[in-house]
């Protein structure tokens, strides 16, 4: 039997933050899985009108059908953030990579998603696992981790699969590589849920 197949998706720099951890744990951990599953990372550009389509082409590239999705994604405070759910329509001034705002990209990509699956869970294994604060938020952030996560939400509800969008703190107050074991732990969490149920599908409010 094949080991479980999780893509996790991070993001390089973007006007305000030179270095995104997201990105460097996703890398992480595929090349140090959790014991028995197996890691996809794909870096998605910052900007909202082409992330949407890059988690498409990660998800075909894939060499067979995923157990779940990860998103992760920088935020500014010293916490970890697990989202439960991504607006379907943003509009804001924040400019991404490419210099487009949600109001100038006219974001709205249908309805509102929200996560099925047990975040608190999800967050009691991130504290297990050393991490400090940890939160759970219903305010995606309305940047392009948001679209994103709607994204993997909606990919994931048409694939049977769950999917969920951690924030990670920046690198001012956590290093990277102290991250990834974290990470890791919440992953191997999230593998649980899979396995034992056919939960974390988006669910449309």
Same mark, same amino acid.
């Given at each position: 039997?094949?080991?479980?197949?999780?893509?996790?998706?991070?993001?390089?720099?973007?006007?305000?933050?030179?270095?995104?951890?997201?990105?460097? /744990?996703?890398?992480?951990?595929?090349?140090?899985?959790?014991?028995?599953?197996?890691?996809?990372?794909? #870096?998605?550009?910052?900007?909202?009108?082409?992330?949407?389509?890059? /988690?498409?082409?990660?998800?075909?590239?894939?060499?067979?059908?995923?157990?779940?999705?990860?998103?992760?994604?920088?935020?500014?405070?010293?916490?970890?953030?697990? #989202?439960?759910?991504?607006?379907?329509?943003?509009?804001?001034?924040?400019?991404?990579?490419?210099?487009?705002?949600?109001?100038?990209?006219?974001?709205?990509?249908?309805?509102?998603? #929200?996560?099925?699956?047990?975040?608190?869970?999800?967050?009691?294994?991130?504290?297990?696992?050393?991490?400090?604060?940890?939160?759970?938020?219903?305010?995606?952030?309305?940047?392009?981790?948001?679209?994103?996560?709607?994204?993997?939400?909606?990919?994931?509800?048409?694939?049977?699969?769950?999917?969920?969008?951690?924030?990670?703190?920046?690198?001012?107050?956590?290093?990277?590589?102290?991250?990834?074991?974290?990470?890791?732990?919440?992953?191997?969490?999230?593998?649980?849920?899979?396995?034992?149920?056919?939960?974390?599908?988006?669910?449309?409010?």
């Amino acid at each position: 039997m094949s080991a479980p197949l999780v893509l996790v998706t991070g993001f390089g720099p973007f006007p305000g933050v030179s270095e995104n951890p997201s990105v460097a /744990v996703a890398r992480a951990l595929e090349a140090e899985p959790p014991r028995g599953a197996h890691v996809v990372a794909r #870096e998605l550009p910052v900007t909202f009108a082409t992330a949407p389509a890059a /988690v498409e082409r990660a998800l075909a590239e894939l060499p067979r059908a995923p157990a779940a999705l990860l998103g992760l994604g920088v935020q500014p405070d010293a916490t970890f953030r697990l #989202e439960r759910r991504a607006r379907g329509r943003l509009r804001g001034d924040r400019a991404d990579a490419a210099g487009a705002t949600a109001t100038d990209a006219g974001v709205d990509a249908g309805a509102d998603l #929200e996560c099925a699956l047990d975040l608190e869970a999800l967050a009691a294994s991130l504290r297990a696992a050393g991490a400090g604060a940890v939160t759970l938020s219903d305010d995606a952030g309305g940047y392009v981790c948001e679209r994103t996560y709607h994204a993997l939400l909606s990919a994931g509800a048409a694939r049977g699969v769950p999917a969920v969008f951690l924030h990670v703190p920046p690198v001012e107050a956590l290093a990277a590589s102290a991250q990834v074991p974290l990470v890791r732990a919440l992953l191997e969490a999230l593998l649980v849920q899979t396995s034992s149920s056919s939960g974390g599908r988006a669910s449309a409010d």
